[in-house]
């Protein structure tokens, strides 16, 4: 069973509100932020939601990633980087610890994005995407 580490109403992927798991100055490893930028597919949901905190900014998704134990929104690392998202000690343990160093290591060579699975979408015959090639994802300096 996938736990959900965002569960969060406001992002789309749970009840409770990202706004209470903000803190200032909250920080991981980077290692964990590189665990986090992974794009190994999991959800993709068309859609367009709110930014929970820049709301004249629409985010196109849901869009989850996973590392087959945990899940993640996409944006979950700019979340913790640019406004303190805390994230649940269990999986930033699980990170630091080496238990997802193999899952890392595929992801370097394989590397599954939506930006890629999007273009393959829009080559194959018989098939209409009207997604945008990079999927929707917003740098983190506009984020």
Same mark, same amino acid.
């Given at each position: %069973?996938?736990?959900?580490?965002?569960? *969060? @109403?406001?992002?789309?992927?749970?009840? $409770?509100?990202? *706004?209470?798991?903000?803190?200032?100055?909250?920080? /991981?490893?980077?290692?964990?932020?590189? *665990?986090?930028?992974?794009?190994?597919?999991?959800?993709?949901?068309?859609?367009? *939601?709110?930014? #929970?905190?820049?709301? &004249?900014? +629409?985010? !196109?998704?849901?869009?989850?990633?996973? +590392? /087959?134990?945990?899940?993640?929104?996409?944006?979950?690392? @700019?979340?913790?980087? $640019?406004?303190? !998202?805390?994230? #649940?000690?269990? =999986?930033?343990?699980? /990170?630091?610890?080496?238990?997802?160093?193999?899952? !890392?290591?595929?992801?370097?060579? &394989?590397? #599954?994005?939506?930006?890629?699975?999007?273009?393959? %979408? @829009?080559?194959? @015959?018989?098939?209409?995407? =009207?997604?945008?090639?990079?999927?929707?994802?917003?740098?983190? &300096?506009?984020?």
């Amino acid at each position: %069973m996938k736990i959900c580490i965002t569960p *969060y @109403k406001e992002i789309k992927g749970g009840e $409770k509100s990202i *706004y209470d798991f903000i803190k200032n100055d909250y920080s /991981v490893p980077n290692k964990v932020i590189e *665990y986090l930028r992974t794009t190994k597919p999991f959800v993709m949901s068309p859609g367009i *939601y709110k930014h #929970p905190f820049k709301p &004249e900014v +629409d985010l !196109l998704g849901p869009y989850m990633y996973t +590392d /087959v134990h945990y899940y993640w929104d996409r944006d979950t690392w @700019k979340y913790v980087v $640019k406004y303190g !998202l805390t994230l #649940p000690d269990e =999986f930033v343990e699980y /990170v630091t610890s080496g238990k997802g160093d193999s899952f !890392l290591a595929s992801f370097a060579k &394989e590397n #599954p994005s939506w930006g890629k699975q999007i273009q393959k %979408m @829009k080559q194959g @015959k018989n098939m209409m995407c =009207f997604l945008p090639e990079d999927a929707g994802d917003i740098p983190i &300096e506009k984020f």
